[in-house]
């Protein structure tokens, strides 16, 4: 057996093995189990038995009375790609960091912004409902208006993903 004959299989185990760590190096960088997946935001809301429903441009959403006494909308969050943090603790220093602006025209009329632990779903998705997003401007001008609401999420590994949505705000 000649020398080229010996050495053939061990090149064909080493191709499998490079093959193999490349495989995992290339499904490396994930939020929990499963594929890479690049990071992402999608701006929606809760339906009354629970479903998450996306927000499209245009869609109608309902300004509600806070619990402080300023108006504000209510929305859920999706993503993924992002790490979801300690759902045990909100005070948790790896948890997202979410920080939520809303503007009409180019006036900010309110926002919320800190850190906050996201349930992450068996498929891997986080997700975050009942997040109250107030109107710091104290008027019903806004109202009937077109609403841009841009959110962007940070995790702990400095990843982060942004959706923005425009919204009719009604009473």
């Known amino acids: 057996m000649t020398r080229a004959a010996r050495a053939a ?3 064909a ?3 499998v093995a490079v093959a193999a760590v490349a495989g995992a190096v290339a499904g490396s960088g994930t939020s ?3 594929p890479h997946v690049d990071p992402a935001v999608q701006i929606g809301v ?3 038995s629970g479903t998450f429903v996306p927000l499209a441009d245009g869609d109608t959403v309902t300004v509600v009375l806070g619990p402080q006494g300023l108006n504000m909308v209510v929305v859920a969050l999706q993503a993924w790609g992002l790490e979801g943090g300690n759902p045990d603790d909100p005070l948790d220093p790896d948890n997202p960091y979410v920080r939520i602006a809303s503007r009409v025209g180019a006036t900010v ?3 919320a912004v800190g850190a906050r632990p996201f349930p992450v779903t068996s498929d891997g998705t986080l997700h975050l409902e009942g997040v109250q997003v107030p109107f710091t401007v104290v008027s019903d001008l806004y109202l009937g ?3 841009s609401l841009e959110v962007t999420i940070t995790d702990r590994r400095d990843r982060s993903a942004t959706d923005v949505v425009t919204f009719v705000a009604s009473p």
Do not use: K, R
Request: charged share 10%; with cysteine.
């Open 13 to 15: 185990v080493a191709a």
């Open 46 to 48: 809760t339906d009354a």
């Open 145 to 147: 208006e077109t609403v």
């Open 32 to 34: 929990g189990c499963g």
């Open 9 to 11: 299989p061990l090149a």
């Open 109 to 111: 009329v309110g926002g």
